[in-house]
């Protein structure tokens, strides 16, 4: 059974066994929940993102995919990076949002996290409108084929909070 859990706050201070960290496709750093967690984590987030880039992911991490590393110092075993598409009003995009959160859960089931914390992946920098980053991100998860027992969506403003609490209600998903 999965539990669903919303809180406002910094994803790169939430304990965890797995961040999600919504990366640009370079993995090495930037701004936002990235630059966040790059800051947070120390250099050996950096080193093996420098090593995922040199061997898989030469031309950088497409958008939609996931990949691992450790959390260095981070309270989380693992951060999960994942590349969010770019909001476009005349192209629809949420299939890739949506296998940002499904790639990511594949990744945490792979390492065997059961706690999950994303933040509110392209809603950012990325410019996702964040009611539909929310109803987004909460469908998928919920209907997600996953091991994972516990996801918690932190959240960095309460514009997003409250946008994530409608959401859930409007899905008739129970949050904690």
């Known amino acids: 059974m999965l539990t669903v859990r919303l809180v406002r706050g910094d994803i790169a201070a939430y304990s965890a066994d797995a961040i999600v960290n919504a990366a640009n496709s370079s993995l090495l750093g930037g701004g936002g929940v990235d630059g966040a967690i ?29 990949v691992a590393t450790t959390a260095g110092r981070l309270p989380a075993q693992w951060v999960i990076h994942t590349v969010g598409p770019v909001y476009s009003p005349q192209d629809d995009r949420s299939d890739v949002l949506a296998s940002s959160y499904r790639e990511s859960l594949r990744v945490a089931d792979d ?39 516990e996801v918690t969506f932190v959240l960095y403003d309460q514009a997003a909070y409250r946008a994530f ?12």
């Not at 050996?44 to 898989?56: F, G, K, Q, T, V």
């Not at 920098?125 to 980053?133: D, K, L, Q």
Request: hydrophobic share 40%; net charge positive.
């Open 38 to 66: 790059h800051s947070a984590g120390g250099p050996e987030i950096m080193a093996e993102c420098r090593r995922l880039r040199e061997e898989r992911f030469p031309k950088g991490l497409p958008s939609g995919q996931a």
């Open 165 to 176: 609490q409608r959401q859930a209600q409007r899905l008739g998903v129970t949050v904690e």
């Open 111 to 149: 390492l065997g996290a059961r706690s999950v914390a994303f933040p509110a992946i392209s809603a950012g920098a990325f410019s996702w409108p964040i009611e539909s980053a929310a109803r987004t991100a909460l469908e998928t998860v919920v209907q997600a084929d996953t091991q994972v027992t």
